[in-house]
DNA sequence: TTTTTTTAGTGAAGCGTCTTTATAAAACGG
DNA sequence: CCGTTTTATAAAGACGCTTCACTAAAAAAA
């Protein structure tokens, strides 16, 4: 027998015996969530429920507000006419906050469907350590004012190393080192509180909203910094030490331009906007589009192996159209395609999100549904 | 956050009361099978089951054979002397079939610990396609019926990529290409059949057998080919085209030696053991290190990238200690911990398999370990 | 028009599995 | 020798799903 003391049970398995009802409750949101409104046998043959426990289930729903009925089934049918019933957006509202800026953090109210009400931001001012946390808190809390709705909870995506807990257990340029940031929320404004990476909650984003299906994707964010979020069969992945997804500082040319990490050739360093605009500013016209094919090269190079061994469907950029697409997009495309199996390389989508800047608000939205509903 | 289910609904994932069952008693069994024997008590107490509920578990453990009573504990305690409950790995038999050699398939008959008990060999003689199939099917027979005990499954490791049914959707070196292995073997043979990719089954032997504990473990296969198996939470990652950890074709080097595959700097077409064999061969004794570690470093390059993304905990190579033991291991470790964020290269552990050639035979046990009786 | 077929939905009874509560057995400690 | 602690099982109850039986309503067929 393999004697190794210690291991887990196999947690990968998350359905627990009494959550059955939880689990298919969350089965039957799922299904109105993203396939819109159907009728209870609708429901029951898409989910294997029988008729009886689809009655109930949606009744629960429906008595929390979350489902409402929608009255007959347009167009004739044989048998007696369906009723139609449906997932309630504004069933109750989320508030989103986003730290991965420098100089502003950004908020929003949003619906259940990830529509955005309310926007406010709040300047950091290069405060730090508890300061930092409290221009958060109270962004936090004014948006929680503002919402028309109860809040589900409170996302936030954040910068730096987040735990399960929602502990920042490092994010240098907001000077947090084990930040209990879910919990210091959660005691002040008396809502459920999840917390992730910026780049992992953009990559929910796209998953949910930016329509990225593949089982296997990765968002790769290039802002102030560079991250990326991994999902593989829509959930996130975590890494042993919390830390997938932060490939800024992994080194990609040596030697490299000097980095603020005291190495060099970081991805970061040459891909993050600040530098790249700055690289190119240097450059007489001309030599531009070659200095971002060149560029994107080195991410075609970088992601290659990461596309090989997950055998990833789909590659999804988040950053400035105009320095990401077109030649930047085209160059990593070939180099990650030229270095592929011709299998993988045909079938995988390399794109940039249509969800811009507000990929870090809606996938931290993305956190409290999934977290709070058990929909995504 | 939460490992939510991906947007499409997955009825295979149905839980029925029936299924809470099933896991509860796979819970129980997991445990006795990873944390040695334990009383009643103790299982009740490490799985958070009432001992109501254990007690009934056990006698129906114990009466399928699975689980034995071992006596009154050793040393005394307080109160009513605990019986002890153990795994029992003579209940059964596993047959399992090794296809990752070129001239011949191997097999083994072992009990449910991973002890092997009976081992065979069968040559395929160049043989292709539905031949080579046969060969493969003999030698199942020929364990199953050396068996001493009921054969609780077949496991086969296969080059190539395999779905989850066990078709092998491709191997050229098989000649296969839809493959339905799993059916064929079951028809003729009687008994469930758990087929997987061989670098996959490999990294499954290291979970269970190898003492990879991590969360996040990749296992480098160096063979006659070059493939790896990825583990996340000791689950595979099986990639959008079921081809994940197939990265022997993955080009590092540009341009580089040609390949078998048509194109060129293939990882294989630098690391397999014949490739590398014949460039060292080629060398004086004295320049024969260095291009050890230049394999090495070649590879650390390649891995960087996929270890940053998933903040993996461990690496495991598996292949002949000599060629990957010593320099090359360094070279690779050096080349992997410079470029990757220095608190996931400390942590890293990346090392020689202790399994060798037996990881294949051994992790498609842990297929038909963990497919049948939900252990691992 | 009337009857049959098809589809939608709900109530009642039953079954499996877990939990709670109660009870018995066996060892130690004062 | 009697309370305390730990182990284990038995009996009763709760929960949630299924099966079976039924009503409801509309199209299709006779």
Redesign the pocket.
Known sequence: MPATPGRALRPTTKVM??Q??????SLVLQSLYSDGP????????VT????????????ELISEGLAVELG??AG??????????GFDPSAAHIVSIDLSRDVMFRGAVLDLAGTVLVTAEAPRDGRLGEGAAQVALDLARELVEKAGRPVLGIGVGSPGVVDPEGTVLSAPNLGWSGMPLARLLNESLGRPVHVANDANAAALAEHSFGGATRSGVLVLTVGLGVGAGILLDGALVRGDRFAAGEIGHLIIEDPGPPCACGRSGCLESMLSVPRLRARLAELPEIERQQAISKAGTSLGIALAPVISTLDLGEVVLNGPPDLLGGAFLDAAATAVRRRVLPVVGHALELRLSTLHENAVLLGSAVLVLSGELGVS
């Open positions: 015996p009494g059955a009802r939880v689990y298919n409750r159907q009728s209870r046998a609708d429901l029951a043959r294997s429920l029988t008729p009886v426990t689809i009655g109930a289930l949606v009744s007959p089934r004739a049918r044989v048998g007696k006419p369906a009723t139609m019933v």
